[in-house]
Nanobody, 125 residues
Framework: QVQVVESGGGLVQAGGSLRLSCAAS????????MAWFRQAPGKEREFVAA????????QYADSVKGRFTISTDNAKNTVYLQINSLKPEDTADYYC??????????????????WGQGTQVTVSS
C-alpha cells in the first residue's frame, strides 16, 4: 500500500520561493507517476506538475512552467516541488498524488489512487 505525506507549505511574500516535499512509500514500477495538484477556495483541483520515477520525464501546467520544478531524490523516496517567483494566485492547498500507471494521462487527477493530506501555501502581496 502506497503512503503519501506532504510538507513544506507556509506563508510567503510574492516573489519569494518555497519547496514542498512529498514522502512516498510502497511505489511500484508499474505505477511510476507522481504529481502535484492544487486547489484554491471555490475552484477545482488542478494539475501542477508530474514526474515519472522510472524515466525521469516531467510535465507541467502552462500556468507554472518556468517557475515550478518537480524532482526526486536519489533513492526516489521523496518528490519535491520547487516554487519560485510566487504569485498571489498560487495560494492554494497543494496535494501530492501517486500511483498513476504506465500509459495513463499523468495530468488527470482521476489516474491517481493515492493522495496526501495536503499542505497549505499562502502568498501575500
Amino acid at each position: 500500500q502506497v503512503q503519501v505525506v506532504e510538507s513544506g507549505g507556509g506563508l510567503v511574500q510574492a516573489g519569494g520561493s518555497l519547496r514542498l516535499s512529498c514522502a512516498a512509500s510502497g511505489r511500484t514500477f508499474a505505477r511510476p507517476f507522481m504529481a502535484w495538484f492544487r486547489q484554491a477556495p471555490g475552484k477545482e483541483r488542478e494539475f501542477v506538475a508530474a514526474l515519472n520515477l522510472n524515466t525521469a520525464t516531467t510535465q507541467y501546467a502552462d500556468s507554472v512552467k518556468g517557475r515550478f520544478t518537480i524532482s526526486t531524490d536519489n533513492a526516489k523516496n521523496t518528490v519535491y516541488l520547487q516554487i519560485n517567483s510566487l504569485k498571489p494566485e498560487d495560494t492554494a492547498d497543494y496535494y501530492c498524488a501517486a500511483g498513476a500507471p504506465w500509459g495513463s494521462v499523468p495530468s488527470s487527477k482521476d489516474e491517481y489512487p493515492y493522495w496526501g493530506q495536503g499542505t497549505q501555501v499562502t502568498v501575500s502581496s
